[in-house]
C-alpha cells in the first residue's frame, strides 16, 4: 500500500510539472449616474445613481495539446440583496476545452464568448456586467496570413424524448453559425463574415425562421495612417417571420499626428423601413446581431437596437481624438452626429432626420499591472423628432457619468 501511494504521488508531481494552471480574478465595481441615460430626463424625473459590479474566478489549464477555462462570475447591485440573505447570485460565464488538433486547427466546446473583427457584429459584450457567451462548438484555423474561425450552436431548453420544441425560449435563437475567414496581403487585409440565426415561430413547435447575415471587410493599414470598410447585407426572415432585405455600411478613416494623438472619423449606416410607405410589409432594419452596442453609437446608449428609432435605421457621423502615453492616462474625446436613415411620420407627417448631437470624454488610468480605472461623461442634445419617437419631452439637457475600476490579481501560476 505504502508503494502505491508513492507512485501515485510520483506520477501526480510529473503530470503538475507538464501542466500549466493559472488561476485569476476580476473584481469590477461601476458607479453611474444616470439623468438622460438611454431615456430622456423631464421634470418629473429624479436621477438615478448606484453601483454595480462583476466579480469573476477564472481557472486556466494547458495540458499537452487540451486547453480547457473555467470562468465563474457574480453579478450584483450593491444593495441588491438583504444583509443575511442567502439568494444565489454565481453563474458560468465560460466553461469550455480547446484541443489543438494540429499546428493549424484546434476545435472548443463548451460555453465560451466569442468575438469576431472589430466585434460590431459577434461580441463578448464586455461593458455589460454579465457579458454574452454562448453554448456551441467552435473550429480554428491559422496558417500565417490566413485566419478562419466557425462557431455552431444549437439551443435546447430540457431534455426530451421527441421533438426540439424551444417555445419557453422564444427571444433566444435556437440555431446559430457564424463563420469568419480573412487574409491578410501585405498591408491590405480582406475578409468575410456570413452569420446565420434561427428562431422558432411562436405559437408552434417546430416551425423555424431563418435569416442570414453576410458581407465583407477590407481594412488597409500603412504607416501613420489606416483604412476600414465594411457592407453586410441581412436576408431571409426574422424572429416574426417577416422577409428581411437590410443592409450595413461602415467607413472608418483613422490617423496618427503623432505618437501620442490620434484621430478617428468615420460613418456608420443602418438601413431602415420608410415609414411613409404603408404598403411595404418587409424589415429593412439593419440588427447588429450579437455585436457589442456601448462601443460604438455613443456611450449614452441611445441607438443600440433597431427599435430605438421606431426602425426607421441610423446614420451616426463621428470624430474621435486620442490621446495616449501621457505617463498612465489614455484620453478620448467624441463627436456624434445621429440622423434617420429613412422617413418617420408623426401624426402622418415626415418628421426631419436629425436626431441629435453626442459628446463623450473618456479618460482611463492604469494604476500599476493589475488596476485600471477609467471615467466617462457624456451629454446629449436630442432634436424634436427623438422627443417623437422616444415620447416624452425632455427637461433641459441629457447628462450621464461613470467610474469604474478593474482589479485582476493572480492567485495561482506555475
Known amino acids: 500500500m505504502k ?7 510520483f506520477i501526480t508531481t510529473i503530470i503538475s510539472a507538464q501542466a500549466q494552471l493559472k488561476i485569476d480574478g476580476q473584481y469590477r465595481p461601476r458607479f453611474e449616474f444616470r439623468d438622460g441615460y438611454k431615456a430622456f430626463n423631464t421634470e418629473n424625473n429624479d436621477p438615478a445613481y448606484f453601483v454595480t459590479q462583476r466579480t469573476r474566478l477564472n481557472l486556466n489549464h494547458k495540458y499537452n495539446t487540451v486547453t480547457s477555462r473555467i470562468s465563474i462570475q457574480d453579478y450584483r447591485i450593491w444593495g441588491e440583496y438583504k444583509l443575511k440573505s442567502d439568494d444565489p447570485g454565481v453563474s458560468v460565464f465560460e466553461a469550455y476545452f480547446k484541443l489543438q488538433l494540429n499546428d493549424f486547427w484546434a476545435v472548443s466546446a463548451g460555453r465560451q464568448s466569442f468575438n469576431i473583427d472589430n ?29 478562419f474561425k466557425m462557431l455552431t450552436a444549437f439551443n435546447q431548453s430540457k431534455v426530451s424524448n421527441f421533438g426540439t420544441d424551444y417555445s419557453d425560449q422564444i427571444s433566444n435563437y435556437k440555431f446559430l453559425n457564424a463563420i469568419w475567414i480573412e487574409k491578410k496581403v501585405q498591408n491590405l487585409t480582406l475578409a468575410n463574415i456570413t452569420i446565420t440565426d434561427g428562431y422558432q415561430k411562436e405559437g408552434t413547435k417546430s416551425t423555424e ?37 437590410s443592409y450595413f455600411l461602415n467607413l472608418i478613416y483613422g490617423y496618427d499626428l503623432t505618437e501620442k494623438f490620434n484621430i478617428i472619423a468615420g460613418i456608420e449606416y443602418m438601413s431602415g423601413n420608410d415609414l411613409s410607405d404603408s404598403l411595404n410589409l418587409d424589415d429593412n432594419a439593419f440588427d447588429i446581431l450579437y455585436g457589442t452596442k456601448h462601443a460604438y453609437n455613443g456611450i449614452m446608449d441611445y441607438f443600440s437596437t433597431p427599435n430605438t428609432t421606431a426602425n ?5 457621423a463621428y470624430v474621435k481624438f486620442n490621446f495616449s502615453k501621457l505617463k498612465n492616462w489614455n484620453l478620448s474625446a467624441r463627436y456624434h452626429y445621429f440622423a434617420l436613415a429613412n422617413n418617420y411620420l408623426y401624426n402622418g407627417e ?19 499591472d493589475i488596476i485600471d480605472m477609467e471615467f466617462g461623461y457624456a451629454t446629449l442634445l436630442g432634436s424634436k423628432t427623438l422627443e417623437y419617437i422616444k415620447g416624452v419631452e425632455p427637461e433641459g439637457m441629457q447628462h450621464y457619468f461613470y467610474a469604474m475600476i478593474t482589479v485582476k490579481p493572480t492567485f495561482f501560476k506555475n
Open 119 to 147: 466585434k460590431r457584429l459577434f461580441s463578448a459584450a464586455n461593458w455589460n456586467q454579465v457579458s454574452s457567451s454562448h453554448d456551441g462548438v467552435t473550429m480554428d484555423y491559422k496558417k500565417e496570413s490566413l485566419n
Open 209 to 245: 425562421y431563418y435569416r442570414m447575415t453576410t458581407g465583407v471587410v477590407a481594412k488597409y493599414n500603412k504607416t501613420a495612417s489606416n483604412i476600414e470598410a465594411r457592407g453586410f447585407y441581412q436576408f431571409g426572415k426574422n424572429m416574426k417571420g417577416q422577409d428581411v432585405s
Open 312 to 316: 426607421a435605421g441610423l446614420v451616426d
Open 350 to 368: 415626415e418628421q426631419d432626420k436629425f436626431l441629435a448631437n453626442e459628446i463623450d470624454l473618456i479618460a482611463k488610468y492604469k494604476m500599476n
Open 3 to 9: 508503494k502505491f501511494f508513492v507512485s501515485v504521488l
